[in-house]
């Protein structure tokens, strides 16, 4: 790694591009379900309304697949969007413990590794424990 | 119930979701802590799903803003770092409380908690920021093992300040709070977060605030991923929010410094007082 280029740089930079293309693919996803009335099987109605039945229990990570993303199905585009949006703070702790270890800083290391455990268990573990 | 055309309510929403984003940040609460009251009590929009919108505009204000803190190096991410191990450690508990609470249709206590919590922050508004630096304590035994010390350059006092911090295991402890109420009510709750680093280690104003603000999004995500499996997320909703809330945010940091008066904030914190008081009135059935 060049030398004029520090962790916080890349910390920084991580967070602003990660936000920046989240918001990207929300936008374009929400453009089409406007535009498209809807998205899939679902109207516009379903998806906007206050008590919307839709919500991220019935919506499986396999919805985003290539005939949603190549069908312009504007829910799959939002659900990457927010799927990024998530991944961003992961990332950051991910350079963390690089950085850590980089600075030979063993005792940081290991905690931030705990954080990101603890991050792998709310993403994967919880929600394969608790919901069938 | 709102009964208006679904595009009028499109529109309330974006409407709605910027103006919290602003409010949330001249105020230095974030999002969430209006927008879930605006959105369940003039929306109509469940407050599962509130909280679950209000989480994810958290992780995209934190992000945005973080990445322009810690290029100015006030930010301790080595403190941070420290210290998410209790806030992702509350929020994981708070979010499965939260899972519990809605499968078990007892939304009166979310209103209820989230109402008390809109109602303390009033003396925190009342309080905040009288001194810019702490007077310093004598390091303890965690100033040394956690290395809780670093340095920046103060803008405003013109000066190098050196610091560190003390009571390691009383930031942790409250730390743990604020994730659990973070992960139970979808906000930030930032305020809590820079009681444990103000109050409990000494650190200076600037320092919790900045570090308070970059761990936020790393809390938030904790917690989101389980009101994803739990279906608290509603994507749209959740997506358009994040955007307004983020746009909110911004257009406030660009206009912050020229409106930082004191009767300003007298306002804002009577429209957090008022939106508390009609939380509790709605969690105690009072209101409908």
Same mark, same amino acid.
């Given at each position: ?29 929400i ?17 906007? %309304? ?47 413990? %690089?950085?850590? %270890? ?19 268990? %709310? ?10 | ?8 309510f499109f529109a309330l929403v974006v409407i709605v979701s910027i103006i919290?984003?602003? !409010?949330? +940040? ?21 407050? +599962? ?16 803003? $973080? ?50 919590? !809109? ?28 290395? !809780? ?7 405003? !006092? ?19 709070? +604020? ?41 938030? $995500? ?15 909703l959740?997506g358009f929010t994040?955007l307004g809330v983020?746009l909110g ?20 914190? +009577? ?18």
């Amino acid at each position: 790694m060049p030398r004029n280029i520090s962790f916080e740089d890349i910390i920084g930079w991580t967070l602003r591009v990660g936000v920046l293309i989240s918001a990207v693919f929300i936008i374009f996803g929400i453009g089409l379900i406007y535009v498209h009335r809807g998205a899939g099987i679902y109207t516009f109605k379903d998806l906007v %309304a206050a008590n919307s039945p839709v919500n991220t229990s019935i919506l499986p990570v396999s919805y985003i697949n290539s005939r949603t993303v190549m069908g312009l199905n504007g829910l799959a585009y939002v659900l990457i969007g927010l799927i990024i949006l998530m991944a961003t703070p992961v990332v950051r702790v991910a350079i963390g413990i %690089a950085q850590f %270890a980089h600075e030979r800083n063993w005792l940081y290391t290991f905690i931030t590794a705990v954080v990101f455990i603890n991050l792998m268990l %709310a993403i994967f573990v919880i929600p394969a424990l608790v919901v069938k | 119930m709102l009964h208006v055309p679904i595009d009028v309510f499109f529109a309330l929403v974006v409407i709605v979701s910027i103006i919290s984003g602003f !409010l949330g +940040a001249l105020v230095g609460l974030g999002g969430g802590t209006f927008l879930v009251p605006l959105y369940t009590l003039f929306l109509g929009i469940p407050i +599962a799903y509130a909280t679950g919108a209000s989480l994810i505009s958290t992780i995209a204000t934190s992000s945005g803003s $973080a990445s322009a803190y810690v290029k100015d190096r006030i930010t301790n991410v080595r403190i941070g770092m420290g210290l998410e191990i209790a806030t992702t450690t509350g929020s994981i508990v708070g979010s499965l409380t939260a899972a519990f609470v809605y499968a078990h249709h007892l939304e009166y206590i979310i209103y209820i908690v989230f109402g008390v919590v !809109l109602l303390s922050q009033i003396y925190f508004q009342m309080e905040r920021s009288r001194f810019e630096l702490p007077k310093p304590i004598k390091p303890d035994w965690t100033t040394r093992v956690f290395q !809780l010390h670093g340095e920046y350059y103060d803008e405003a !006092l013109k000066q190098e300040v050196k610091y560190y911090g003390v009571r390691w295991w009383l930031g942790e402890t409250i730390m743990f709070f +604020a994730g659990f109420i973070s992960g139970l009510l979808g906000i930030g709750s930032g305020a809590l977060k820079v009681l444990g680093m103000d109050w409990a280690m000494n650190l200076p104003m600037k320092v919790s605030t900045t570090t308070s603000n970059f761990m936020i999004g790393v809390t938030a $995500a904790t917690g989101s991923a389980i009101y994803w499996a739990f279906g608290l997320i509603q994507p749209i909703l959740a997506g358009f929010t994040a955007l307004g809330v983020l746009l909110g945010s911004m257009t406030a940091s660009k206009i912050l410094p020229k409106i930082t008066n004191r009767s300003i904030r007298y306002i804002f914190t +009577a429209i957090l007082a008022f939106l508390g008081v009609e939380m509790v009135l709605r969690g105690v059935g009072i209101i409908h």
